[in-house]
């Protein structure tokens, strides 16, 4: 799990700013139904991300390769782990305005 948090870190500003934002928008419209939109935001946003990060620190995945961890597998546990912390933020939210 350390390793990746460790490869979290290079997208965790951009990841947590939209799901910040996406929050916003839920607590600003005041409604749960929104929370359809903002995952359709956050799945796109971190898709690209994603392939920012391939395409422009390529050099990185040695690192995580020596340890054992191959792009994958990295994309897959990121990904998974920054929508369990999309969808906290998102209920807690949504648990504010009800």
Known sequence: MRIVLTFYRNFLW??????????????????????????????????LLGLFIHIFS?????????????KIRLYVFTFFLDMVIWFL??????KILL
């Open 14 to 47: 951009p990841v947590l700013a939209i799901s910040l934002f996406g929050c916003w928008l839920i607590w600003i419209y005041g409604s749960w139904q929104y929370i359809v939109l903002v995952f359709w935001m956050k799945v796109i946003t971190n898709t």
């Open 89 to 94: 933020l998102s209920w807690l939210t949504i």
């Open 58 to 70: 390529p050099d990185q995945f040695y690192f995580f390769n020596n340890l054992g961890y191959n």
